[in-house]
């Protein structure tokens, strides 16, 4: 970790002009704590570090649109910040949740939800919650800004659709009041360690009959991935136990889980069947 | 600029300027520029807890955090939490406990159950254990740490620090 700049832009063009040479060395840094973990291990030598946290307009705040449709987390926001928001444990109790066994409080006062998204690890919590909750991104740079749904952005293993000199603005949340939503990070080794497979589910469920859902499987994939296959199988049907079961077969099958030291491909695929079928019981019984 | 800045922030109350590379954390300006030695370098990637300081209020881990990015800051680490003359209550309270064994990671500790209970005044056992899931003890002094923090709590709430025996017999 030696020998680079460290520069904190006041404006967002400046932080694009910081940014836009295009070298692998130059980065955008919201909270840090991925980027110098990965200087600390050498896997990541900077030229250029340009700190996003003084850029401010959409990148700053946590706000809900006054129509009450959308909530709007600014990139730069910590997930400490969000956890202790009124707000978003009214509106988004399964975020506030999932912080509950996410690092600790030191890494949640500094980690920003930028950052998280466009680091790509496949094994973070918040992104496949993001997607269960149909939450999008706005990407902003020199040239404008599109908006896109979360799922869109991961390309692969620590890849995103992101282009040279795009930035993560904001994370824009639908305020969905008929459904409900929650995480499951399956650990099979500690408590701490890296899930083998996070499964988030969100669902308009009335009494037993599932109007709609989404389901997204993390950690067992190179990216976390909608399970569409498992969906269609519970969209429109009662929660039985064989709606459930044909649900858990579809899911093993449309996701090409593989061995690794959290476990082999086969026992992940069992944890699947049965996290799936538990979390969608946990919804119906909430 | 890959050369060194003077960065201006107060530190433990007092205002200070350094300069440093920008590839320095907080944890090594702490250390080797200013003498302070309670937060120390451990685990150096944000699990042990060993380096926690505040900045701005609220605990990081310094060994993830650039030293040059606290310019501006109020940084506060475990040397700055008394006035010199009484410990703090947690202080006191890990003490009187026996917290410890070797000490390495009592200072992180300090600092996180603070904070603490500045969140929640009147922790459970849970919230204790859940609020220092980021801090390792090699010694595995836990269940006196658990201890250390309740009576600080009680200590707290009650606004005095009377002895243990006292307070054990009362
Ligand atoms: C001790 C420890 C424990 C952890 N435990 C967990 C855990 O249990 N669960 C979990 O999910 N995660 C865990 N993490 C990972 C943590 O969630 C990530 O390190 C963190 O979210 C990254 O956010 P950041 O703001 O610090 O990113 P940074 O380090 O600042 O950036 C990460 C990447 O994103 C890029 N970037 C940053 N901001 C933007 C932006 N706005 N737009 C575009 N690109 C950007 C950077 O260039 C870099 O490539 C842990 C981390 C630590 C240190
Ligand atoms: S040394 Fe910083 S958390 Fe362990
Ligand atoms: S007392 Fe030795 S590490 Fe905690």
Known sequence: MLGFELSEPATLDEAFDLLADGDPGVRPMGGGTALMLMMKAQIFKPERLVSLRNVGGCFDGLRIDADQSHIRIGGMTTFAEIERSPMVLQHLPAVVRTMKTLANIRVRHVASVGGNLAHADPHLDLPPVWMAHAASIRIVSKSGERVIPVEDLFAGYYETTLGDGELIGEVIVPVRPEWTSTYVKVTTRSAHDWPALGIAVSANLQGQRVNDLRLVLSAALDRPTRLDAAENELRGSDLSEAALKRAGEAAVAEADIHSDSRGSAAYKQHLLRVHLSRAMHSLAGA | ?170
């Open chain 2, 1 to 170: 600029m890959t050369d060194a800045r003077t960065i201006r922030f107060t530190l433990n109350g007092a205002p200070v300027s350094v300069s440093v590379m920008p590839h320095e954390t907080l944890i090594e300006m702490l250390s080797l520029r200013l003498e302070l030695k309670g937060a120390r370098e451990s685990c150096g990637q944000g699990l042990c807890g060993c380096c926690t300081v505040y900045v701005n209020g609220k605990s990081v881990s310094s060994c993830l955090y650039l030293a040059q990015l606290v310019d501006g800051a109020k940084v506060v680490t475990i040397e700055g939490i008394n006035d010199g003359a009484e410990l703090d209550p947690v202080q006191q309270a890990f003490i009187e406990v026996g917290a410890f064994q070797c000490g390495f990671c009592t200072p992180g500790f300090i600092m996180m159950a603070r904070e603490l209970l500045d969140v929640h005044p009147n922790p459970t056992e849970d919230e204790i254990r859940h609020y220092l899931i980021g801090n390792l003890c090699r010694c595995s002094a836990y269940p006196e740490i658990v201890e250390a923090v309740k009576l600080a709590a009680r200590r707290r709430a009650a606004g005095t620090t009377p002895a243990l025996a006292e307070e054990l017999s009362a």
